[in-house]
């Protein structure tokens, strides 16, 4: 896969940032990354069907109570 820039100019030094380099970089990034980054979105769409067909998320009995307890989450300072 190769990506290019479409505008020639999109911004302010923009020839500095997104030189042919960078370019290749993200592209190698991409195509590195990308079939993972397709299974989790398959497994994440499994799942909320999953929940949505069910009515619920299957949530562990002994964990009931922690969901059930009114917490504080940010840190007092």
């Not at 960078?22 to 190698?28: G, K």
């Not at 989790?40 to 009515?55: E, K, L, M």
């Not at 998320?57 to 007092?76: F, G, M």
């Amino acid at each position: 896969m190769t990506l290019t820039a479409t505008d020639p100019k999109p911004f302010t030094r923009a020839d500095e940032t997104l030189g042919s380099e960078a370019l290749a970089s993200v592209a190698a990034l991409r195509h590195r990354v990308n079939p993972g980054r397709h299974d989790c979105f398959t497994a994440r769409s499994a799942r909320i069907s999953t929940a949505a067909d069910s009515g619920g998320l299957d949530l562990l009995p002994k964990t009931a109570p922690t969901r059930s307890t009114a917490c504080e989450l940010v840190a007092q300072l």
